[in-house]
């Protein structure tokens, strides 16, 4: 698989349900054999899109803006989104890796994490950003950061409502109507590909919906405790 270019699927999904969260995963292990001859790992950061309704994303621009004030209050809502998707990727880069080390089992992995300072700096130092990292070769990555195998993921934030909006509503509407009020929702994808020949191994898929879903760090402690089972280097 030669760019990170990938779409968000969830083929199949083992649901647990409580009363203000539920979760969804599926995993597939597509080459056991390669993941075997893996030792070295590094994880790259997350690819974030972002669909939300949020009180600080609103403006008012007065009752009669030029197109020009228009223009450009969506140009400065697109770069101030473009960072804040930039920063959510670096973040949740950082807080898989701790939370592998975290919530390692108890004979620890068959593989070495990259660290990902290092890894950063070295796709920095091959001209490799954020912005142009779907661009790259499985090959050009692999040289850059000399590994056997990347960890990649791609996460969507979805937020209906604002926050205050949406406690509002579950707080003065009864439960039968605020059952059906939409939630927010992360849907993230992990996946490992070998850099030897570019093809993905395996593959975890996990949506969680509720309150909190949207919070980096509880995403991330999450994710790696519902991959733990199936996630492939454990000894």
Same mark, same amino acid.
Do not use: C, R, Y
């Given at each position: 698989m030669p760019r990170f270019v990938y779409c968000f699927l969830l083929a199949g999904s083992l649901l647990a349900a409580t009363a203000c969260t539920r979760q969804a995963y599926t995993t597939n292990t597509l080459d056991a054999p390669a993941l075997t001859a893996h030792r070295t790992v590094a994880i790259m950061p997350f690819e974030v899109e972002q669909d939300r309704l949020r009180l600080r994303d609103i403006r008012y621009a007065g009752p009669n803006p030029s197109e020009?004030?228009?223009?450009?209050?969506?140009?400065?809502?697109t770069a101030a989104q473009l960072l804040e998707r930039r920063n959510l990727g670096y973040q949740l880069q950082q807080q898989v890796q701790d939370q592998l080390q975290a919530q390692q089992p108890g004979n620890g992995y068959t593989?070495?994490?990259?660290?990902v300072r290092e890894t950063n700096k070295r796709l920095l130092a091959a001209g490799i950003t954020y912005e142009n990292l779907p661009?790259? !070769?499985? +090959?050009?990555? +692999? +040289?850059?950061?000399?590994?056997?195998? *990347? *960890?990649s993921g791609q996460t969507l934030l979805y937020q209906p409502m604002?926050?205050?909006?949406n406690l509002a509503a579950r707080i003065l509407l009864n439960d039968g109507v605020t059952a059906g009020l939409?939630?927010? !929702?992360? !849907?993230t994808n992990l996946m490992l590909h070998d850099c030897r020949n570019g093809q993905l191994t395996w593959r975890f898929d996990y949506e969680r919906a509720g309150s909190a879903s949207l919070n980096p760090e509880r995403l991330s402690k999450d994710l790696v405790k519902a991959a733990r089972r199936s996630f492939p280097y454990r000894r």
């Open positions: 020009e004030d228009v223009k450009k209050h969506q140009q400065n809502w593989v070495q994490f990259q660290d661009n790259h !070769t499985m +090959q050009e990555l +692999q +040289q850059a950061l000399g590994v056997d195998a *990347l *960890l604002p926050n205050g909006i939409p939630s927010n !929702t992360a !849907t």
